[in-house]
């Protein structure tokens, strides 16, 4: 393998069907590419589109589930690895600290969540819970797989944020139109 690639997306399947088609397309291409899919766990909405198609291109696939979930949900799982965490919030810490990259499906709050964990981490330059004030910190993208526009409102907040001086940089944020884009900018 040559990554960890995590990908935030929801159990909840969209409505718009462009969104299923490049869940799927990142989820084959990831294992194409030989990059482990780092998720949420479940098998549920776009978490189950792109982890099924990892897994169905021969890609590794680690899931990372709370055990708040029934052990019925939780082993119904199909995965090269499970991670059984106590929280969400270890989750979130988990995959943060286990990837290389990060890219954002079209999601709900929970996605949004993610994706600003992602940004405040690069602002602050932590890693492991420690700053790195030493130079040796390296910013880690996060993409924003932005199908139809879907990021465009939270794009424009972002740059009203940076324009008002109460964000120092891009922080890692990435937006791309397309999965192809996604992956030149994690190469």
Known sequence: MKRNIAVFCGSSMPHNPKIVAAARELGRRLAEEGDALVYGGSNL??????????LEAGGHVIGVIPTLFSEDIIRSQTVSELVR????????????AACDAFIALPGGIGTIDEVSEVMVMNQLQIVDGQRMLDGS????????LNI???YDPF??????????????SDAGLVAAASVEEVLCHIC
């Open 45 to 54: 909405g776009l978490m189950g589109v792109v982890s099924s198609a990892a």
């Open 148 to 150: 139809d526009g879907y």
């Open 155 to 168: 794009l424009e907040q972002m740059r009203v944020v940076k324009e008002e001086g109460l964000m120092r």
């Open 137 to 144: 910190y390296k910013t880690k993208p996060m993409i924003l």
């Open 85 to 96: 965490v106590g929280t969400m919030a270890e989750r979130k810490e988990r995959i943060l």
